[in-house]
C-alpha cells in the first residue's frame, strides 16, 4: 500500500542519512574524516561536542579545561535513548586519564601509543548497564594494570556529546551489536 511504501522510503533516508554521517576515526597518527560505515571495532574516534556517536565506545579522553590536572569527565545526552534530557556524567578510567595526558596532541599521541586490551559482555539491549574490564600493558610490556568498565565508562551509539569539546574514544560495539540496535524492534 501507499502508506507502507511512503514508511519504507522514509526509513531508507534516515538509514542512509546514518550510513553516510560523518565522523573523526584515528589513522596513521591523525583524526581524518570517516563515514560511519567505516568504523569498526578496535578504532579510536574523536567525537565534537553536539555530534552523535556512531558506536558504542569505551571513553579513552575527554577535553580538558585544565591541561595540567587532567579530570576524564565529559558530559552526554541521552535522549535519543531512553527519553531523559537531563546530561549524564560519564568518566574515562583512571589509568586511561594518566597515560594520555590534557591536551589533544598527548591523547592523540597516546592512540598510537597505548597497548592493552578490553574485555566485555556480549552485545545485550541493556543501556543501563555495561560490564567488562580493561588490561594496560606498561610501555616496556612487563607489567599490566586491570581495572573494572561500567556503564559510566562508556558512550552508546545514539548518545550526544555535550557541553564538552570533544571525546576521544575506542570503539567496542558497531552496527547490529550496539546497545540501541540490539533494542531496536522490527518494524
Same mark, same amino acid.
Given at each position: 500500500?501507499?502508506?507502507? *511504501?511512503?514508511?519504507?522510503? &522514509?526509513?531508507?533516508?534516515?538509514?542512509?542519512?546514518?550510513?553516510?554521517?560523518? =565522523? *573523526?576515526?584515528?589513522?596513521?597518527? +591523525?583524526?581524518?574524516?570517516?563515514?560511519?560505515?567505516? @568504523?569498526? @571495532?578496535?578504532?579510536?574516534?574523536?567525537?565534537?561536542? #553536539? +555530534? %552523535?556517536?556512531?558506536?558504542?565506545?569505551?571513553?579513552?579522553?575527554?577535553?580538558?579545561?585544565?591541561?595540567?590536572?587532567? /579530570?576524564?569527565?565529559?558530559?552526554?545526552?541521552?535522549? &535519543?535513548?531512553?527519553? +531523559? =534530557?537531563?546530561?549524564?556524567?560519564?568518566?574515562?578510567?583512571?589509568?586511561?586519564?594518566?597515560?594520555?595526558?590534557? $591536551?589533544?596532541?598527548?591523547?592523540?599521541? /597516546?592512540?598510537? /601509543?597505548?597497548? %592493552?586490551?578490553?574485555?566485555?559482555?556480549?552485545?545485550?539491549? /541493556? =543501556?543501563?548497564?555495561?560490564?567488562?574490564?580493561? $588490561?594496560? #600493558?606498561?610501555? %616496556?610490556?612487563?607489567?599490566?594494570? $586491570?581495572?573494572?568498565?561500567?556503564?559510566?565508562?562508556?558512550?552508546?551509539?545514539?548518545?550526544?556529546? #555535550?557541553?564538552? +569539546?570533544?571525546?576521544?574514544?575506542?570503539?567496542?560495539? $558497531?552496527?547490529?551489536? =550496539?546497545?540501541?540496535?540490539?533494542?531496536? #524492534?522490527?518494524?
Amino acid at each position: 500500500s501507499y502508506l507502507k *511504501l511512503k514508511q519504507d522510503l &522514509s526509513r531508507h533516508k534516515s538509514d542512509h542519512a546514518a550510513n553516510s554521517a560523518k =565522523t *573523526l576515526r584515528y589513522v596513521g597518527g +591523525e583524526f581524518v574524516p570517516a563515514v560511519w560505515t567505516e @568504523v569498526k @571495532v578496535g578504532d579510536f574516534l574523536k567525537v565534537g561536542n #553536539r +555530534e %552523535g556517536l556512531p558506536a558504542d565506545i569505551l571513553l579513552v579522553a575527554a577535553h580538558e579545561p585544565d591541561p595540567a590536572h587532567p /579530570a576524564g569527565a565529559c558530559y552526554i545526552e541521552t535522549k &535519543s535513548l531512553d527519553g +531523559e =534530557t537531563n546530561l549524564k556524567g560519564r568518566s574515562v578510567p583512571k589509568p586511561l586519564t594518566a597515560a594520555c595526558g590534557g $591536551t589533544l596532541a598527548s591523547q592523540a599521541a /597516546a592512540c598510537g /601509543a597505548i597497548s %592493552g586490551h578490553v574485555e566485555c559482555e556480549q552485545p545485550n539491549a /541493556a =543501556t543501563r548497564k555495561f560490564v567488562g574490564t580493561l $588490561t594496560l #600493558r606498561a610501555s %616496556g610490556g612487563a607489567s599490566e594494570e $586491570t581495572v573494572p568498565l561500567g556503564i559510566n565508562n562508556v558512550l552508546l551509539r545514539g548518545s550526544v556529546v #555535550r557541553n564538552s +569539546e570533544y571525546v576521544i574514544g575506542l570503539v567496542i560495539n $558497531t552496527g547490529v551489536d =550496539t546497545k540501541v540496535m540490539q533494542g531496536a #524492534r522490527r518494524p
